[in-house]
């Protein structure tokens, strides 16, 4: 028995009492010619916005189910950007060009909003659900039953094949490696178990196809003593290029120390963003870096993308697991090598642990296309 409970210790991690929860669900719908044709009456060429009652029409539709099941935050998105959503105390949505990031606490923060461009007819258009209450990643499963409910009424009041609707769960802890170093006191305890596990707990099976995806960023800033260390000259042609090989050889070291196989470092001024692929790869996409990653990869490896003629004001690690980090445990063994290499790594750069931060941002992700049962 005692190694029962020395081996369940080792696969348990104790978080802040501050860190934070995020879940949001996303579906994905094709603007298709048919579905142009059903609501053709809706839409008019004549005007110098076009689609405008189109779009709301889908929005109201959408919005009328989550009020009728109860779902307080729906976003509906026909613009053709890339949404995030991140944890903030005020309730923002910043845009750019190419992003939609949703920012906002899921304690005190619901709305329903639309976000269209109506001069344009989109590729596609996304509905957003957003978690609310003081218990999100308890109520994970339930969330996720009730919006796929959603999902389905949605298809089938607009006419949309189910099967071609993509789903995916995003959830997410984020906190400050160094909190109890600050006086934060109290802690969370997390085995960091694989979705389809936490969700079978709650009696909710998920399609037997999906595509998981767990991995940690980190955020480490740049701030005015850790330029000084870099002793940067500008006269070089790529000023910044020896700081940044030294931060990715001292992280580099720091990961294989505790046997993680897939890290990469991003300073470009580029958001990195983390998907599943069958194909692996990593490509700029305007401001965009996307890193596509397949857990059944065991050796990944070691890669970053910086850029030395740049100076950034962030630099960001990210490790992504693969199927031999998942014990029957969790992802829980994962996180403590992420944290050890972590700490590691701030020894080096001699971190001031009362005052800077190392924030991690510990995601599970899965997609699958959605297949109604019978």
Sequence with gaps: MALTRKRSAQNKVYLPASA????????????TDELVEKFADKINNDSDKPYQQFYETLAEIFFKITDDLGIESGKFVANDKFVRVRYCEEEITPQTDQQI????NPRYHNSQKM???????AKKFRLIFLANGDSVRLDAAKFHQKVAKAIAL????????KSRVRVC???HLTFDVFAKDKGIKGTQTHKFRALSDRYAVDNFDLPERIEPLTYAVVDMAVNRRIKQLAAIDKTQEQPYAEF???VTDTLFDAAKQQKLTNAAVVAN???????????????????????EYNPANNKSGFQFAWDGTKQANKIQFVFVATKENRTNHGYGKFYSQIENALR?????FEYVEEKEELKVRFHQHLGYLFEPKA
């Design 244 to 246: 940044y090989q030294k």
């Design 344 to 348: 590691t790594f701030a020894d080096k």
């Design 154 to 161: 949605f298809a089938e009041q607009v006419g949309i094949e």
């Design 269 to 291: 001024c580029l958001v990195p963003i983390i998907r599943f692929s069958e194909e692996e790869k990593i490509f700029e996409d305007g401001e965009l870096l996307r890193m």
């Design 101 to 104: 990031l949703f920012l906002y």
């Design 20 to 31: 934070r929860e995020n879940q949001y669900m996303l579906a994905r719908f094709n603007v």
């Design 115 to 121: 976000y269209f461009d109506a001069t344009k007819r």
């Design 169 to 171: 769960d995003h959830q």
